[in-house]
């Protein structure tokens, strides 16, 4: 499988770009999220999903490693295919869309164009859980949260006699809708709300 290409970028479209590596040009749809990340850069790197099917081999290319992740969990839930995941990625940015599933916001999600309300009830089913594991598997991961204070705001809300288990989740869904927040009281305020 091709996982990523890096060479130079001969077209750019929002729907789709052409990247020239070693004389071969790849044509790569893309999200309106990565195209707008691209830039004008006349060299890109871009991180590749391979879909083959019995007619097609077609590559969709994505920005960041995240926003493929993200593709690959849309297109495992019956009833999404490759284009409506790259359309709901072109309506929402990654944050946006994973903090829709994990609020169980079927409304937002249902405002993309082609997603009724038992697609979005399906996603937000199949993908909640594994959405919050994966994002604190990337806040672990890259080092953008800070640990501790993610673990005094949980000590506090066990403190105040909430079970442990709750209160992971209601600061899981905090960090996700702010990842940049860093004091503890805002993250225990923002928490107490989602009980």
């Given amino acids: 499988m091709i996982t990523y290409l890096n060479g ?9 770009i052409v990247i020239e590596c070693n004389g071969i040009g790849y044509f790569v749809n ?3 999220q990565t195209y707008s990340k691209i830039g004008d850069k006349e060299n890109c790197k871009i991180f590749t ?3 083959i099917k019995e007619d097609s081999h077609t590559l969709y290319g994505f920005a960041d490693t995240q926003e493929r992740e993200l593709f690959r969990q849309l297109i495992s839930v019956s009833g999404v295919g490759t ?4 359309m709901m990625l072109s309506s929402m940015t990654s ?8 609020s169980n ?8 164009k082609g997603i009724g309300a038992k697609t979005a009830q399906r996603i937000i089913l199949d993908l909640k859980d594994k959405i919050l594991k994966t994002s604190d598997a990337l806040d672990n991961k890259s080092g953008l949260m800070d640990n501790t204070i993610k673990n005094e705001a949980l000590s506090a ?9 709750s209160a992971e989740t209601a600061i899981n869904k905090v960090l996700m809708k702010e990842p940049t927040i860093a004091d503890v009281q805002q993250i225990i305020k923002k928490s107490l709300k989602s009980f």
Avoid at 9 to 15: A, H, R, Y
């Fill in 8 to 16: 130079k970028l001969i077209e750019k479209n929002p729907s789709h």
């Fill in 30 to 32: 893309v999200s309106l």
């Fill in 49 to 51: 999903y391979l879909s």
């Fill in 83 to 86: 284009n409506t995941a790259r």
């Fill in 95 to 102: 944050s946006e869309l994973v903090s829709s599933i994990a």
């Fill in 105 to 112: 916001n079927v409304t937002s999600i249902t405002s993309i």
């Fill in 157 to 165: 809300l066990v403190v105040l006699g909430f079970d442990k288990k």
